[in-house]
């Protein structure tokens, strides 16, 4: 089973940018990113099918989200900017699954971003 290790979140006032990465143990076909905030449903943020580049965000983070993937590294990335606070949640990195639905088969054990308000 593939292992998933996130890294790069923290705390970062609105506005601001953070990065996360994502180091895969292989190469997986889809790659993604997908948050739950303590009391609501998970939601999925960016998705990637990492042998043609295809990418899928969510409506809330397009535009200051930017998802992209180095294959020689079997490393994700989550680059993200305009931060605000309704951003605060754990995201876990995905793999496997439906891309272009977030709907994803295998997740790491989430990294904690957090935007004061």
């Known amino acids: 089973q593939v292992q998933l290790v996130e890294s790069g979140g923290g705390s970062v006032q609105a506005g601001g940018s953070l990065r996360l990465s994502c180091y895969a143990s292989?190469?997986?076909?889809?790659m993604g990113w997908f948050r739950q905030a303590p009391g609501k449903e998970r939601e999925g943020v960016a998705a990637?099918?990492?042998?043609?580049?295809?990418?899928y965000y969510a409506y809330s983070v397009k535009g200051r989200f930017t998802i992209s993937r180095d294959n020689a590294k079997n490393t994700l990335y989550l680059q993200m900017n305009s931060l605000k606070p309704v951003d605060t949640a754990m995201y876990f990195c995905a793999a496997d699954g439906d891309c272009s639905t977030f709907d994803f088969a295998a997740w790491g054990q989430g990294t904690q971003v957090t935007v004061p308000s």
């Open positions: 990637i099918y990492t042998s043609s580049g295809s990418t």
């Open positions: 292989y190469r997986r076909y889809c």
